[in-house]
């Protein structure tokens, strides 16, 4: 059967450390992967997509990594704030418009 | 740019009636929305997909007749809850494809926490 699996439901760390979050995948054959960030009553919010033929994608402190053959992307947050305590949510674009979401990890940082 | 605006924000609604909700492109044209629903911690679930001037496209296992889908225009979608009952109440959001600066991503409305009493 077809899953996307967030590593954990839960994350938390110190103000300042790496966070890392994972996505894996079953039974899917992405052509992109998104993530967004949602904060609790409200919508997602794109951050970030990588396509298929990409390996990593950076934008400010955020990085992302593509590994098709071990069907899972990485999901990095640098010099982790306070503020970037959020869930965030992978998807697959499975097609050009059908996206597949994952459960979502709560992010926590403390100061 | 590119913003959905959704609306209402909250509702709560007695058994056995209906809710509309509605979703607008402010700044661009939306020839597809999506519709999701989320539990409590649990994933964003497509509902139905609907393209403006047709019919929308349901998941497995959504009823149709109770989730009526309208995308009358291109800046706007709404999705009618009908006699809503109290497992109905959850998070529904509406999402639709942007393609400014060649992004892919989904934009999302705020939105819709329903509650059946």
């Known amino acids: 059967s077809q899953k996307i699996e967030q590593n954990s439901e839960a994350l938390n760390i110190q103000e300042g450390k790496t966070a890392t979050l994972t996505c894996n995948y079953t039974?899917?054959?992405?052509?992109?992967l998104q993530w967004y960030r949602q904060d609790p009553g409200r919508g997602p919010v794109f951050l970030l997509l990588i396509r298929e033929n990409e390996k990593e994608k950076r934008k400010e402190r955020l990085k992302v990594t593509f590994d098709t053959t071990l069907k899972q992307s990485l999901f990095h947050i640098t010099a982790s704030q306070p503020a970037d305590s959020a869930t965030y949510l992978c998807?697959?674009?499975?097609?050009?418009?059908?996206?597949?979401f994952g459960a979502g990890t709560r992010l926590t940082v403390k100061p | 740019g590119a913003v959905v605006s959704q609306h209402p924000s909250r509702v709560i609604c007695k058994s056995g009636t209906s809710v509309k909700i509605e979703c607008r492109s402010l700044?661009?044209?939306?020839?597809?929305m999506f519709w999701y629903r989320q539990f409590p911690k649990q994933s964003l679930m497509l509902m139905a997909t609907s393209n403006e001037g047709s019919k929308a496209t349901y998941e497995q296992g959504v009823e149709k007749d109770k989730f009526l889908i309208n995308h009358a225009s291109l800046t706007l979608s709404t999705l009618t809850v009908t006699s809503a009952h109290p497992e109905d109440s959850s998070f529904y959001i509406c999402s639709a494809p942007r393609r400014d600066r060649g992004s892919r991503g989904y934009t999302f409305g705020s939105g819709t926490r329903l509650t059946v009493v």
């Open positions: 998807a697959l674009g499975v097609t050009n418009n059908d996206m597949r």
């Open positions: 039974n899917y054959s992405p052509a992109y």
């Open positions: 700044d661009f044209q939306a020839t597809t």
